[in-house]
T-cell receptor
Framework: GNSVTQMEGPVTLSEEAFLTINCTYT??????LFWYVQYPGEGLQLLLK?????DKGSNKGFEATYRKETTSFHLEKGSVQVSDSAVYFC????????????FGSGTKLNVKP | DGGITQSPKYLFRKEGQNVTLSCEQN?????MYWYRQDPGQGLRLIYY???????QKGDIAEGYSVSREKKESFPLTVTSAQKNPTAFYLC??????????FGPGTRLTVT
C-alpha cells in the first residue's frame, strides 16, 4: 500500500542555515506529492506540490523535486528564517484510492536567531 | 475571502457527552474530510464525503459520525463511544489540483 516516511525531528538550525527534510514514499502508479506546513495551534497550509516525475515544486524559497527513481521528495531551503519554525508534513495522493491522502508523521523545525 | 471555517477553536466536554464539531467551506468544493491529529503525530482520516448525502469511513471511524446535508457543511459528531476523544480535529476539502485545503482546527478536550 501507499506510505510516506519522513526524517524524524526535531531539526534545529541557526538562522540562514541550509535546510533539508527528507521524505521518501511507497506508492503504486504515479502519485502526486505535497509538502504542508503547520504552525502551532493552526491547520495545515499547502507549501508546494509536484504531480509528475522530475517536477519541481517551489514556494517561499522552499523547493522539492519529485524523484521517481529514488521515490523521494526532499524539502530544501537555502537560508532558513526564525519564522520558518513549524512542523512540515510530506504527503502523497494517488494509486488505488485517489480519494485518500497519505501523510508522513511530520518533522518539527526549530530555527534559532 | 474563500476558505474553511471550523468552530469553536477550543471545546471542552465531560466524558459521556456527545459533541459536534462544525466545518463550513465557501470554496464550492465537492469533497470534504475529517482528520484527527494527536500530539507529535501525523493525521489520521476519520470520515470523508465526495458529494452531498454520501460519506465513507476512513481509518478510525469508530466512535464518530458525520452528515453531509449541504455542500458547504460537513459536521463531525464525537460520540461517547469514542474512547480517547481528546485531540486536535482538522477539516479539509479538495482543491481542483488534487491538493487539500485545511481549516484552522478544533481542539477538543474531554475530561
Amino acid at each position: 500500500g501507499n506510505s510516506v516516511t519522513q526524517m524524524e525531528g526535531p531539526v534545529t538550525l541557526s538562522e540562514e542555515a541550509f535546510l533539508t527534510i527528507n521524505c521518501t514514499y511507497t506508492a503504486t502508479g504515479y502519485p502526486s506529492l505535497f509538502w504542508y506546513v503547520q504552525y502551532p495551534g493552526e491547520g495545515l497550509q499547502l507549501l508546494l506540490k509536484a504531480t509528475k516525475a522530475d517536477d519541481k515544486g517551489s514556494n517561499k524559497g522552499f523547493e522539492a523535486t519529485y524523484r521517481k527513481e529514488t521515490t523521494s521528495f526532499h524539502l530544501e531551503k537555502g537560508s532558513v528564517q526564525v519564522s520558518d519554525s513549524a512542523v512540515y508534513f510530506c504527503a502523497l495522493r494517488g494509486g488505488v484510492n485517489f480519494n485518500k491522502f497519505y501523510f508522513g508523521s511530520g518533522t518539527k523545525l526549530n530555527v534559532k536567531p | 475571502d474563500g476558505g474553511i471555517t471550523q468552530s469553536p477553536k477550543y471545546l471542552f466536554r465531560k466524558e459521556g457527552q456527545n459533541v459536534t464539531l462544525s466545518c463550513e467551506q465557501n470554496l464550492n468544493h465537492d469533497a470534504m474530510y475529517w482528520y484527527r491529529q494527536d500530539p507529535g503525530q501525523g493525521l489520521r482520516l476519520i470520515y470523508y464525503s465526495q458529494i452531498v448525502n454520501d460519506f465513507q469511513k476512513g481509518d478510525i471511524a469508530e466512535g464518530y459520525s458525520v452528515s453531509r446535508e449541504k455542500k458547504e457543511s460537513f459536521p463531525l459528531t464525537v460520540t461517547s463511544a469514542q474512547k480517547n476523544p481528546t485531540a486536535f480535529y482538522l477539516c479539509a476539502s479538495d482543491g481542483t489540483g488534487g491538493e487539500q485545503y485545511f481549516g484552522p482546527g478544533t481542539r477538543l478536550t474531554v475530561t
